[in-house]
């Protein structure tokens, strides 16, 4: 089966700090990668997807690569804000199961 | 704009009862989930809809039910056989019809048995 496994957190940062937040996964086919923020008390949001190996997905100064040879989507971004802290979700979406799975969520915080 | 709309944002159940929560979208998306979250833990899946009346279990269907009689409505049910109700549901929505697309989400229920 598909399974997604993340970075267990929390993770703090100072202000412009790197960040890395390791994801692997396992899956059946070619699936899409996702990775997905949410802020305290909302839903999730799409931060950034790669859809094939060796695509990057970027965004808002975050980017991950789809690398098939190591099954991984590690997110990371060069300098941290403040207002990066959240909980990013990684995924990745199997059109043969019709769903997504989800790693467990890792939380950043960024101090000042 | 096109969005997915979860109702209540806050909703209070005495135990016992059955309660319902909303999720409508207008994305024209073929595909609609039901999420649980805990505090501190990940989505856990508890009901999924790929087409108009039919409906799958996830992981955690035990003491909850949905519907699917409409594309773009997925109401879910918390029935009084669900032993720890109180969490925050979160309800998304993909179109399978074109591939590689992200899940849409609402901004979540959150449900508190008094």
């Known amino acids: 089966g598909n399974s997604v496994t993340q970075m267990e957190g929390p993770v703090t940062l100072s202000e412009e700090a790197f960040l890395t937040i390791n994801c692997t996964y396992t899956a059946t086919g070619y699936p899409s990668l996702f990775w997905y923020v949410q802020y305290p008390g909302e839903g999730l949001q799409l931060l950034l997807k790669a859809t094939k190996a060796d695509d990057k997905g970027s965004n808002k100064g975050f980017e991950a690569t789809y690398r098939k040879e190591t099954t991984s989507f590690h997110l990371e971004k060069g300098s941290v804000q403040v207002s990066d802290s959240a909980v990013y979700f990684c995924?990745?979406?199997?059109?043969?199961?019709?769903?997504?799975?989800f790693g467990d969520g890792t939380t950043l915080t960024v101090k000042p | 704009d096109g969005g997915i709309t979860q109702s209540p944002k806050y909703l209070f159940r005495k135990e016992g009862q059955n309660v319902t929560l909303s999720c409508e979208q207008n994305?024209?998306?073929?595909?609609m989930y039901w999420y649980r979250q805990d505090p501190g833990q990940g989505l856990r899946l508890i009901y999924y809809s790929q087409i108009v009346n039919d409906f799958q279990k996830g992981d955690i269907a035990e003491g909850y039910s949905v519907s699917r009689e409409k594309k773009e409505s997925f109401p879910l049910t918390v029935t009084s056989a669900q032993k720890n109700p109180t969490a925050f549901y979160l309800c998304?929505?993909?179109?399978?019809?074109?591939?590689?697309?992200?899940?849409?989400f609402g901004q979540g229920t959150r449900l508190t048995v008094v």
């Open positions: 995924a990745l979406f199997n059109t043969n199961a019709g769903k997504s799975t």
């Open positions: 998304a929505s993909q179109s399978l019809a074109k591939m590689n697309t992200e899940a849409f």
């Open positions: 994305l024209n998306h073929d595909a």
